[in-house]
């Protein structure tokens, strides 16, 4: 099967900013806005170290993709990588898991809006809002390339300014207060309650999988290369900004938070941010933030959809997805994938309508296993990809992973004791073994039915 030249196919309508944005858009979501509650719970003011290092790990991840794509920028990104470098089986795992993985990240996204809603319209069902949400998010992923884009530009940009006048409005309250009722609270509140680290190292080992789950997403950049202007030019530009968010976006607006409020206060009522301003007596600024992170959400949400769809389509095109989802609309768009992302989501309207309370931590936990197994696969790949590169290919690498082999081997490492931190502990144990049986289910079908179809290789 053949697309032939006059059929619509993808466009490199992304430039540089968008590209930054999307990554942002798809990193600071809902594991920030929602899920540092569970986080700071778990490990107290520690959890910064947590974020520290899960970040760190994050960033080699980036380099290691970002070597790969700016060499080879291909709509199945580290899917296609780890089908190329290490077999069809593994390209079969990594894709499909990305895809599940999106999924799962969605479904707490959703989740998360529903919650975010509650404070405006508490009699009204969560599970109406989730339902709302995804026919929203549904019709914009229809739209063009460049106007999924631009929405996601001014949905993130919305945020990160949001992130850094909270930044400096929580720095002020710490240093000088706020009016006659709220005095200078400084930072003693960080170490005061407990200690910097409560509950220990184990509770910042307990953290990571919350912490990882934050991050997850963030892996999109490798698949916006596909449709980018200038791949080689703007995938290291929008890597190399990632420690500089990380220490931004979550250490600085977590410590912030927890030197206003004891850290054991936290995450009682909703999202944390909002709980800032409600705290100062400001009501309006408590829903002005509220707009704030369900735009936020709503953004990841996008993301996601925009990430699962493609490597759904660059799977497609090597014989590992249905063909059904190389379809192009007009626009450019893979419309038939996110049909299938939309139709997925809606699991989430049956799950916060069964079980609305429990649902966010172990769909969190069931996002941090997908995502490092995606982020291992990743590691792999670059290692094999590595191994079969003549002394003069390794000489003139673009954008090379920084402290190589060292820093890929500690990350590798580090994925596996996350993955060992959620078997370990009883509320994420159910999150680790649902990951192993996707896992296997996949085996399963790729030696029943997948493996026959690979090497139907469809060109553009």
Known sequence: MQQHNNQPRLLRGLNARHIRFIALGSAIGTGLFYGSAAAIQTAGPAVLLAYLLGGAAVFIVMRALGEMAVRNAIPG?????ARHYLGPLAGFITGWTYIFEMIIVCLADVTAFGIYMGLWYPDVPRWVWVLSIIFFIGAMNLCHVRVFGEMEFWLSLLKVAAIIAMIAAGAGIIFFGFGQNFPATGVSNLWENGGFAPNGWEGIIASLGIVMFAFGGIEIIGITAAEAQDPKKVIPQAINTIPLRIVLFYVCTLAV???????????QGGSPFVLIFSGLGIPAAANILNIIVISATISAINSDIFGAGRMMYGMAKEGMAPKSCLRISSH???WMTVLVMG???????????????????????LAAFATLWVWIMILLSHFAMRRSMSSAEKANIAFPVPFWPLA???TLLFMGLVIAVLGWFETTRMALIAGL??????IVVWFTRAKKNVGETVTE
């Open 343 to 365: 139709g997925s989501l809606l699991a989430a309207v049956v799950l916060n309508w069964l079980i609305p309370e429990r649902i966010f931590v172990l769909i969190a936990s």
């Open 437 to 442: 049986v996707w896992l296997a289910l996949l």
């Open 332 to 334: 450019g768009v893979p």
């Open 77 to 81: 990104s580290f899917g296609s990588y």
């Open 257 to 267: 938070l927890m030197a206003i409020f004891p850290w054991n206060s936290i995450g």
């Open 408 to 410: 890929p081997i500690l």
